[in-house]
């Protein structure tokens, strides 16, 4: 499946917003939905009440990412780029 739009491709260098390709596969038409979906899923914008206040889960992040051995700092909100920044988690 390709498709195009004028600097739809990455950063804008080319026109191919979209080439997604099932070359063997039994169910190749199921199998290209399921790639769509996750492209979705990756590269798509996400709906907006999908999306949480970091601030809330933050501390529950960190520490547990300090358990795991995966973070040295402090258990705060520290970690977020600017106050009420939302990410999808």
Not at 39 to 66: C, N, Q, W
């Amino acid at each position: 499946m390709l498709v195009v739009r004028e600097r739809g491709g990455y950063a804008d260098f080319n026109d191919r917003y979209l080439d997604l390709r099932v070359d063997d596969d039994p169910h190749p038409i199921e199998r290209l939905q399921e790639i769509l979906e996750l492209h979705h899923l990756y590269f798509g914008k996400p709906a907006r009440e999908s999306l949480v206040l970091i601030d809330k889960k933050m501390r529950g992040i960190t520490a547990h990412a300090k358990q795991a051995g995966h973070y040295r700092g402090p258990i705060t909100a520290c970690m977020m780029k600017r106050p009420g920044t939302r990410w999808r988690i």
